[in-house]
C-alpha cells in the first residue's frame, strides 16, 4: 500500500491527518506543496478523481483575497490547475492518496471508512 499526504505542515487539518495516520501505524509520505512543489501532472491526477470544486478551497483566505476576474476565470479544470500550481494555498487540504484513490479534508470518520478501520 502507498500513502501520499499532500498539504503544508503548519495547517491544522493537516496536522490533525498526519497525527491520525502515524497513530494508526500506518506508513505513509508527506508532500510539503509549498516546500517541495506541485506538477501538473499531480493536479491533472487529482483532477482525474476529485472534482475541481471541491480541490479549490473557495471559502480560504487565498480565494477571497484573488480579484473578481480571476476567480471568474477558473471555468475549466486547466484554468483551475494553472491557479492551483501559482497558488497553492488555494488548495483545500490535505489531499489524501491511498494507493490512487484521493480524498480531500480529514476526518476521523472519513480516514476510519478510508482505512476500513
Excluded at 476565470?73 to 487540504?93: G, H, Q, T, W, Y
Aim: aromatic letters at 10%; a positive charge.
Amino acid at each position: 500500500m502507498k500513502i501520499t499526504l499532500y498539504g503544508i505542515p503548519n495547517c491544522d487539518t493537516v496536522k490533525k491527518a498526519r497525527v491520525w495516520l502515524a497513530g494508526q501505524q500506518q506508513d505513509f509520505v508527506f508532500h510539503d506543496f509549498k516546500k517541495q512543489g506541485l506538477s501538473r501532472e499531480i493536479v491533472a491526477g487529482w483532477l482525474q478523481h476529485l472534482p475541481r470544486d471541491v480541490l479549490v478551497n473557495k471559502k480560504g483566505t487565498t480565494w477571497r483575497g484573488l480579484p473578481d476576474e480571476r476567480k471568474a476565470a477558473i471555468v475549466d479544470d486547466d484554468s483551475a490547475i494553472a491557479l492551483m500550481l501559482e497558488f497553492p494555498s488555494v488548495i483545500k487540504r490535505p489531499v489524501l492518496d491511498k494507493d490512487g484513490a484521493f480524498a480531500v479534508s480529514f476526518s476521523d470518520a472519513q480516514y476510519k471508512q478510508i482505512f476500513d478501520l
